[in-house]
């Protein structure tokens, strides 16, 4: 079964820096995109960054200029450098991958890193 196992949250100051990992597993099957949502408390959960296999990227304009995706296909692993925090980046960053099985795609979730951002 697929699993991805997230790493890398914590506490940092504001104007900090944290880089997110997330590296899948299980699968034979291409992962399509691979990316990063967050959800701070009380707020629906939100995309923060993709990329797909071709690496085009697509970032939510509120982290435009200070987080940066990336991805070692090799390894399936899916990074997210997270630069100049602010408070509003608190919250739990799930990692996503979606998986082309040929006739379709399926997405899969890790269960979350928390980033707490402290002014």
């Known amino acids: 079964q697929v699993q991805l196992v997230e790493s890398g949250g914590g506490l940092v100051q504001a104007g900090g820096s944290l880089r997110l990992s997330c590296a899948a597993s299980g699968t034979k099957f291409s992962i399509h995109r691979m990316g990063w949502y967050r959800q701070a408390p009380r707020k629906e959960r939100e995309l923060v960054a993709l990329?797909?296999?071709?690496?085009?990227?697509t970032y939510a304009e509120s982290v435009k200029g200070r987080f940066s995706i990336s991805r070692d296909s090799t390894k399936n692993t899916v990074y997210l450098e997270m630069t100049r925090l602010k408070p509003e980046d608190t919250a739990v960053y799930y990692c996503?991958?979606?998986?082309?099985?040929?006739?379709?795609?399926?997405?899969?979730w890790g269960q979350g890193t928390q980033v707490t951002v402290s002014s």
């Open positions: 996503n991958t979606v998986i082309d099985y040929g006739l379709g795609n399926l997405g899969y």
């Open positions: 990329i797909t296999n071709n690496r085009t990227t």
